[in-house]
T-cell receptor, first 113, second 112 residues
């Protein structure tokens, strides 16, 4: 039972353009959502998060949008840079359940110069 | 402020041996989580610990796997009698009482 899904396994984008990564979830109890970036042979690096009481959070080039009614969130990266090439994981948690993270399967992003 | 430290980075074990993976959380963090990433898959939650307590082990396999976070020293994930299917990357994360968790570099376990 995959509660968090990233349906696009890969994404290719030109440097300077926008990257849009999507994530869907099924468990309505999730109340916090996070995005992590991962390079090969390294641990995930926290990027940005959003609480379920908000619909948008922005941090520099990264913006996360949350649509609770659709159980959908997205990460926008603009402008995309070659160093953004990595695997991006969407994760969700329930604060009352100890904040353990449920991860999606990841989206591999390639930013072409 | 050092990040989450995991060791060893790479561990090779023969089938039937024991594997011990260590994790030192970020300074001041009292919450430790272990996750496993099988090849070509996402990360899966295994166990959540606070000092001297296992809070949630719902993701741990029922046999051969155990975890601890003693009052002093690192958190340990222990796998007894390893099998080939245990080959994976094991990540530790730590946090304060917030959802944002910070991950270590991981331990890549290979069972031969």
């Amino acid at each position: 039972d995959q509660q968090v899904k990233q349906n696009s396994p890969s994404l290719s984008v030109q440097e300077g353009r926008i990257s849009i990564l999507n994530c869907d979830y099924t468990n309505s109890m999730f109340d916090y959502f996070l995005w992590y970036k991962k390079y090969p042979a390294e641990g995930p690096t926290f990027l940005i998060s959003i609480s379920s009481i908000k619909d948008k959070n922005e941090d520099g080039r990264f913006t996360v949008f949350l649509n609770k009614s659709a159980k959908h969130l997205s990460l926008h990266i603009v402008p995309s840079q070659p160093g953004d090439s990595a695997v991006y994981f969407c994760a969700a948690s329930i604060k009352a359940a100890g904040n353990k993270l449920t991860f999606g399967g990841g989206t591999r992003v390639l930013v072409k110069p | 402020n050092a990040g989450v430290m995991q060791n060893p980075r790479h561990l090779v074990r023969r089938r039937g041996q024991e594997a011990r993976l260590r994790c030192s959380p970020m300074k001041g963090h009292s919450h430790v989580y272990w996750y496993r990433q099988l090849p070509e898959e996402g990360l899966k939650f295994m166990v959540y610990l606070q000092k001297e307590n296992i809070i949630d082990e719902s993701g741990m396999p029922k046999e051969r796997f155990s975890a601890e976070f003693p009052k002093e020293g690192p958190s340990i994930l222990r796998i007894q009698q390893v099998v080939r299917g245990d080959s994976a990357a094991y990540f530790c994360a730590s946090s304060l009482r917030v959802p944002e968790a910070f991950f270590g570099q991981g331990t890549r376990l290979t069972v031969v």
